[in-house]
């Protein structure tokens, strides 16, 4: 019993700073629409020629009208290679990529791998109830305070010492490689 202890010790003190990180950084995540989803929005303004565009709507309408889709794309994307992409939904949930040189056309549906979606959703509190909101913040704010409180209510030898710098150490190096 003593030497699970010592491991559960030594294994807490090592893990700290990972646990801590992921705690904060977790709630920060769950309320990020209020840090403006971590995008800074530079915006300038400048004149270009007056063009008519009705030939490009009317081509983009032609590619629209094959897809089985009734809404207008989302997002249009022109790659380089000559292929065109028309993505509906959030995120391209549905998106049709387009040969024109070929004549050929992929439609790409994503949907949720379950229960992978539905534990990333979860961690993220990404349209969940506002409850689950609520609870995670507490789990993450309580995790944090029982972080924080093992290491100031123990006494601590060179080793758990040791143990808790490599830790900090490791995560801190892992952060630069991220």
Same mark, same amino acid.
Not at 10 to 27: E, K, Q
Not at 107 to 117: A, F, Y
Not at 129 to 157: E, K, N, T
């Given at each position: ?10 294994? #807490? %003190? ?22 403006? +989803? ?5 915006? @300038?303004?400048?004149?270009?020629? /007056? ?10 309408? =032609?590619?629209? !009208? %094959?897809? &089985?889709? !009734? ?16 993505? +509906? #939904? @959030? ?11 070929? #004549?050929?056309?992929?439609? /790409? ?23 689950? $909101?609520?609870?995670? &913040?507490?789990?993450?704010? $309580? ?13 601590? @030898?060179?080793? =758990?010492?040791?143990? $808790? $710098?490599? #830790? ?11």
């Amino acid at each position: 019993m003593r030497r699970w202890r010592k491991i559960h010790r030594w294994a #807490g %003190l090592f893990m700290a700073g990972f646990v801590v990180f992921y705690c904060a950084t977790g709630l920060i995540m769950n309320h990020r629409v209020h840090f403006d +989803y971590f995008l800074l929005r530079d915006r @300038s303004t400048m004149r270009v020629p /007056i063009s008519d565009v009705t030939h490009i709507r009317a081509a983009i309408e =032609d590619y629209a !009208q %094959l897809t &089985d889709e !009734q809404r207008v794309p989302s997002v249009m994307k022109f790659k380089t290679d000559g292929t065109m992409e028309l993505l +509906y #939904g @959030s995120h391209g949930a549905v998106t049709y990529v387009i040969d024109p040189s070929t #004549g050929n056309m992929e439609k /790409i549906v994503k949907r949720p791998n379950n229960p992978l979606h539905f534990l990333d959703k979860l961690h993220k509190a990404y349209r969940t109830h506002p409850v689950w $909101l609520y609870v995670s &913040d507490c789990a993450a704010l $309580l995790i944090i305070v029982v972080v924080f409180s093992g290491l100031f209510m123990f006494r601590y @030898s060179r080793r =758990d010492v040791v143990f $808790l $710098l490599t #830790g900090i150490t490791c995560f801190l190096v892992s952060l630069l490689f991220a």
